[in-house]
């Protein structure tokens, strides 16, 4: 144990005293959540957006630790009226409705109802590297949830954003402002198969798409 743990640590000398190095300081890769330095130099995102305060706009671009993306103007709102069985495996279309915001307007959402979008950044995600969503504060606390899941090793394409109105009243989202967060974690080590590896079925997404199963 005792030599397992001496080959895990790395030294240096400074007038005769012995400085242990953090595993940044000696060059190892290890786990952890990407800055915004980092972010621009290892993520491909297209456009790129440096982070700066646009007065009365949901935020966006770049952050210290992850990047606000924008939602477009393409969106599908979901509606009951075909009375249709929601099945993942055989989703039917007709359940939703297609909607275009204006460049600088906005769709509603139905009470207690959905809406799938489209980010307007396309996004590379390096094979070292995982891609957490969370949603943004704004439209948190007014009961607006966003859900995306995992940006997979190798995965691009544009994002497709799950958006639910869990209140009462219509909702208001905003098209080409911020809409969602999203979070880089580089592995300790590279992954053996990403998902470019095994051929996604929502690789190379070029934007909003329906559920599908292979």
């Known amino acids: 144990m005792q030599d397992l743990v001496k080959s895990r640590v ?3 000398t400074n007038g005769g005293n012995v400085i242990v190095l953090s ?8 786990m952890g959540i990407l800055s915004d330095r980092q972010i621009e130099r290892h993520v491909r995102i297209e456009p790129f957006e440096k982070n700066a305060k646009r007065v009365g706009t949901i935020s966006y671009g770049v952050t210290s630790y992850g990047y606000d993306v924008r939602v477009g103007t393409h969106f599908k709102v979901f509606t009951n009226v075909n009375s249709s069985i929601v099945d993942p495996k055989s989703f039917d279309s007709k359940s939703f409705v297609d909607v275009e915001a204006d460049n ?4 509603l959402i139905p009470p207690n109802s959905f809406a799938l979008c489209e980010t307007v950044e396309y996004f590379e995600i390096p094979r070292d590297i995982l891609a957490i969503c969370v949603g943004k504060s704004t439209y948190a606390r007014c009961g607006i949830i966003v859900n995306v899941t995992p940006l997979e090793p190798e995965w691009k394409g544009k994002i497709t954003i799950e958006i639910s109105n869990t209140t009462p009243l219509p909702a208001k989202i905003y098209a080409n402002e911020g809409i969602a967060q999203i979070i880089f974690l580089r592995g300790e080590e590279v992954c053996d ?9 929502y690789q190379d997404q070029v934007g909003l798409t329906l559920p599908k199963v292979d």
């Open 193 to 201: 198969r990403s998902y470019a590896d095994k051929g996604g079925k």
């Open 10 to 12: 790395d030294t240096t």
């Open 104 to 107: 600088n307007g906005f769709i």
């Open 23 to 30: 595993d940044h300081e000696a060059g190892r890769q290890v």
